[in-house]
């Protein structure tokens, strides 16, 4: 009759492990909202603000810098009440073969996102120039298993959508209130620096 006796002690067991299986996933799930919310925070001083996307910018990507922003609490509003507003722009896409079969076939891909960003005041002064970010990956390719390849293609291109939109986050970081005023003074003394000068003969 040991077994009996053990009996109480596998159940214990089991109980043992349901509940580290549970710990682990609990952990695993933490981690992805952690890395969801990895990009660095946003200033309060960029409030509010808004998100102008122009074609042909995928609204994926939009979706994602806007859910980011809303992570960090930043409060988001229509570009007639911003006082600063981010756009995305000039969206390129590239796909290229970087390895060839000995049948002179794609064997690898490369595909490539970038887009241009810029932040502006309300007051039209230049936050953060024009400046174009991208992020790139290369996958194995497998004739033979297209249907396959191309949710691993769709797969990989919201990946670099959301790595784009960390990237914008990494732009946005700095601009704190003194950051802010620093740019605004400096735009102003480039402006009465370059206006021709006036009332005299």
């Given at each position: 009759m040991w077994w009996l006796t053990d009996m109480p002690r596998h159940s214990a067991l089991r109980s043992l492990a349901r509940l580290s299986i549970a710990t682990s996933l609990l952990a695993i799930l933490a981690g992805c909202g952690f890395q969801l919310r990895g990009a660095p925070p946003v200033s309060a001083a960029l409030q509010?603000?808004?998100?102008?996307?122009s074609s042909p910018v995928p609204e994926t990507l939009c979706l994602s810098v806007r859910e980011q922003l809303k992570l960090g609490e930043i409060n988001l509003v229509d570009v007639a009440q911003?006082?600063?507003i981010l756009r995305l722009g000039n969206f390129e896409e590239d796909r290229r073969a970087t390895a060839i079969t000995a049948q002179a076939a794609a064997a690898e891909y490369t595909l490539r996102h970038s887009v241009v960003l810029e932040v502006v005041g309300a007051d039209r002064i230049p936050?953060?120039?024009s400046t174009r970010l991208s992020s790139s990956e290369s996958y194995r390719y497998d004739e033979t298993n297209v249907l396959a390849k191309q949710r691993e293609?769709?797969?990989?291109?919201q990946q670099l959508n959301d790595r784009l939109a960390q990237q914008?986050?990494?732009r946005l970081a700095p601009l704190?209130?003194?950051r802010i005023d620093a740019i605004r003074a400096e735009y102003n003394r480039t402006q009465d620096a370059d206006a021709?000068?006036?009332g005299k003969p």
């Amino acid at each position: 009759m040991w077994w009996l006796t053990d009996m109480p002690r596998h159940s214990a067991l089991r109980s043992l492990a349901r509940l580290s299986i549970a710990t682990s996933l609990l952990a695993i799930l933490a981690g992805c909202g952690f890395q969801l919310r990895g990009a660095p925070p946003v200033s309060a001083a960029l409030q509010p603000l808004a998100v102008d996307c122009s074609s042909p910018v995928p609204e994926t990507l939009c979706l994602s810098v806007r859910e980011q922003l809303k992570l960090g609490e930043i409060n988001l509003v229509d570009v007639a009440q911003a006082d600063y507003i981010l756009r995305l722009g000039n969206f390129e896409e590239d796909r290229r073969a970087t390895a060839i079969t000995a049948q002179a076939a794609a064997a690898e891909y490369t595909l490539r996102h970038s887009v241009v960003l810029e932040v502006v005041g309300a007051d039209r002064i230049p936050i953060v120039a024009s400046t174009r970010l991208s992020s790139s990956e290369s996958y194995r390719y497998d004739e033979t298993n297209v249907l396959a390849k191309q949710r691993e293609e769709e797969t990989l291109r919201q990946q670099l959508n959301d790595r784009l939109a960390q990237q914008v986050l990494f732009r946005l970081a700095p601009l704190t209130s003194e950051r802010i005023d620093a740019i605004r003074a400096e735009y102003n003394r480039t402006q009465d620096a370059d206006a021709p000068a006036t009332g005299k003969p």
